[in-house]
């Protein structure tokens, strides 16, 4: 059974029109990431949750936000979306204990194209 | 800031053959060391986790090794199947920032 769940998997937006991408997780998990991936690259942490907490990366531009209504759920928003914001979008969620010493669980990703 | 290297970029073997591929991280101050497999396509699949304590850890044909103070993780791979052909990344979480480094993968490709 799938615990982290990204829709849609494929998602076509046009240049500047925003779009909202969704994450959920039936693990009950205290973090939330989100990354952006291009091909051939390693996945870019864009930002995380720490329960309520907000983490933003530095270099995460400012046309990226994220909402997190509760614990099993988590959202991406692109506000004006341009051509270089065609990737693929991870979900990820991990459980934070005093050692960190726990796995990140991914989601199957949607594929963001950009018209 | 933690740096994650993976070589090679990209490896090509015929079936059967055991493999190993390589990660190092230039800082030492992990939790843990996390590989994963990711298909053409898709998400990232948990193939093992190593906590910072420990020195290796198996599942079925897959065996990963941490040597913390070197800064240097390895992925062995035996009997290679055609179905083992799959990127493979490494990841390391850090004791300060609450996140994963990622490496660039090793693309695995494996010849019938």
Same mark, same amino acid.
């Given at each position: 059974?799938?615990?982290?769940?990204?829709?849609?998997?494929?998602?076509?937006?046009?240049?500047?029109?925003?779009?909202?991408?969704?994450?959920?997780?039936?693990?009950?998990? #205290?973090?939330?990431?989100?990354?952006?991936?291009?091909? /051939?690259?390693? =996945?870019?942490?864009? *930002?995380?949750?720490? !329960?309520?907490?907000?983490? #933003?990366?530095?270099?995460?531009?400012?046309?990226?936000? /994220?909402?997190? =209504?509760?614990?099993? *759920?988590?959202?991406? !928003?692109?506000?004006?979306?341009?051509?270089?914001?065609?990737?693929?979008?991870?979900?990820?969620?991990?459980?934070?204990?005093?050692?960190?010493?726990?796995?990140?669980?991914?989601?199957?990703?949607?594929?963001?194209?950009?018209? | 800031?933690?740096?994650?290297?993976?070589?090679?970029?990209?490896?090509?073997?015929?079936?059967?053959?055991?493999?190993?591929?390589?990660?190092?991280?230039?800082?030492?101050?992990?939790?843990?060391?996390?590989?994963?497999?990711?298909?053409?396509?898709?998400?990232?699949?948990?193939?093992?986790?190593?906590?910072?304590?420990?020195?290796?850890?198996?599942?079925?044909?897959?065996?990963?090794?941490?040597?913390?103070?070197?800064?240097?993780?390895?992925?062995?791979?035996?009997?290679?199947?055609?179905?083992?052909?799959?990127?493979?990344?490494?990841?390391?979480?850090?004791?300060?920032?609450?996140?994963?480094?990622?490496?660039?993968?090793?693309?695995?490709?494996?010849?019938?």
């Amino acid at each position: 059974d799938a615990m982290v769940i990204q829709n849609p998997r494929y998602q076509v937006t046009q240049f500047g029109k925003p779009v909202t991408l969704s994450c959920s997780q039936t693990l009950n998990h #205290n973090v939330m990431y989100w990354y952006q991936q291009k091909s /051939s690259q390693a =996945p870019k942490l864009l *930002f995380h949750y720490y !329960d309520k907490d907000f983490n #933003n990366e530095a270099d995460t531009p400012d046309n990226f936000q /994220s909402r997190r =209504p509760n614990t099993s *759920f988590c959202f991406l !928003d692109i506000r004006s979306p341009g051509l270089g914001d065609a990737a693929m979008y991870l979900c990820a969620t991990s459980r934070a204990g005093g050692t960190n010493n726990q796995p990140q669980h991914f989601g199957d990703g949607t594929r963001l194209s950009i018209l | 800031k933690q740096e994650v290297t993976q070589i090679p970029a990209a490896l090509s073997v015929p079936e059967g053959e055991n493999l190993v591929l390589n990660c190092s991280f230039t800082d030492s101050a992990i939790y843990n060391l996390q590989w994963f497999r990711q298909d053409p396509g898709k998400g990232l699949t948990s193939l093992l986790l190593i906590q910072s304590s420990q020195r290796e850890q198996t599942s079925g044909r897959l065996n990963a090794s941490l040597d913390k103070s070197s800064g240097r993780s390895t992925l062995y791979i035996a009997a290679s199947q055609p179905g083992d052909s799959a990127t493979y990344l490494c990841a390391v979480f850090t004791n300060t920032g609450n996140q994963f480094y990622f490496g660039t993968g090793t693309s695995l490709t494996v010849i019938p």
